[in-house]
């Protein structure tokens, strides 16, 4: 069989930015595909979904992510604060996990349409979450804030209530994404997660080693010992690692609503594209760029997202999510 390389060349380029009326039309990886002589013409998007004919493309090396939330000018810290990022030197798992318990109570406790407001009264008044004490529930309070903003004003957190009530299914995965975007302790444990293969046992020191080169001597041994534990406890509420005292690597299954909103962390992020697929929340779904492309589709039929190709450029928008003034 011809290898790849004898029948295509390929060319990347960037788009122009710019805006049409009705869809966000911002910078975008654009694949050429050149058809070398005696062969047809081939579409990028079947070229990232394998349908070439039974032709097997071979992936390239995954690259694993980093922290992607370096932001650079004032215009980036405030479009990233806004959107509901957080970065910096601390983090919620210095003393908790993402809380998917938690976090399943309070949205079911409340309507979908509640406000910042209701929540804190589901909290504290009603103690959805059947803590003992009021100091209890603030804190509860406190850190869930911290994790998901618990505020529809919120966009990050508007965007996964709406699919956290379309698919059930994708709850630990939606809960685990938008606590990656708000807690810098987490992110910093994503490449060791992903790194091991499925069946494959965590070995702690890893974890250890990148939270450490993470935050330096910022956080003593013993707090830094609470960090491994909570962030090993998240990734298996998460379903990334299974088992309790010995976890194991297993593979998560994504839906079209947790693509989506991996796809839209990444737009939020800066992302645009190609490299939407590639971002540090599409890797976290555990699936190849193909697949994601094709859950994609499917986000785009059920209103997630808008998502075209022409002429060998991939868009993805976020017009039915996202507020005008929210898409950068």
């Known amino acids: ?76 810290v405030m479009g990233l604060r806004d959107a509901g990022f957080r970065w910096g030197e601390k983090g919620t798992h210095t003393s908790r996990t993402i809380m998917l318990d938690e976090l399943r109570a309070v949205l079911a406790s409340c309507e979908p349409g509640a406000t910042r407001n209701d929540y804190l009264a589901a909290i504290h008044e009603e103690n959805c979450l059947s803590k003992r004490t009021a100091a209890t529930r603030k804190s509860s309070s406190q850190r869930l804030s911290e994790l998901y903003a618990l505020d529809p004003e919120v966009p990050l957190f508007r965007v996964m209530r709406r699919c956290w009530y379309a698919d059930r299914a994708g709850q630990a995965v939606l809960a685990l994404l938008l606590a990656l975007a708000r807690d810098p302790l987490l992110r910093a444990s994503v490449a060791p997660i992903l790194r091991m293969r499925p069946g494959e046992e965590l070995a702690r020191q890893q974890l ?26 998240s990734w298996t509420q998460s379903g990334h690692l299974k088992g309790h005292g010995r976890k194991v690597r297993q593979t998560v299954t994504p839906t079209a609503a947790t693509t989506a909103f991996a796809l839209l962390l ?28 094709r859950l994609a589709m499917d986000a785009r039929r059920l209103g997630f997202l808008d998502m075209r190709e022409s002429g060998g450029v991939i868009d993805v928008g976020f017009s039915r999510l996202l507020a005008a003034d929210e898409r950068r």
């Not at 060319?11 to 122009?16: A, F, I, K, N």
């Not at 993470?214 to 003593?220: D, E, K």
């Open 208 to 233: 250890t080693d990148a939270l450490s080169r993470a935050v330096g001597s910022r956080l003593n041994e013993s707090t830094l010992d609470t960090v491994v534990r909570n962030v090993a406890s």
């Open 266 to 293: 990444g737009y939020l992020a800066g992302k645009r594209g190609t490299p939407l697929f590639e971002s540090l929340w599409a890797q976290v779904l555990d699936s190849p760029t193909g697949e994601l492309v």
């Open 1 to 76: 069989m011809e290898s790849f390389a004898t029948l295509f060349s390929v060319s990347l380029r960037h788009g122009v930015q710019g805006r049409s009326a009705d869809h966000d039309r911002l910078p975008c990886t654009k694949i050429s595909l050149t058809p070398q002589p005696g062969h047809r013409n081939i579409d990028s998007l079947s070229l990232l979904t394998g349908r070439l004919d039974g032709v097997e493309l071979r992936r390239m090396e995954k690259v694993l992510p980093t922290d992607e939330l370096r932001p650079v000018s004032e215009a980036d």
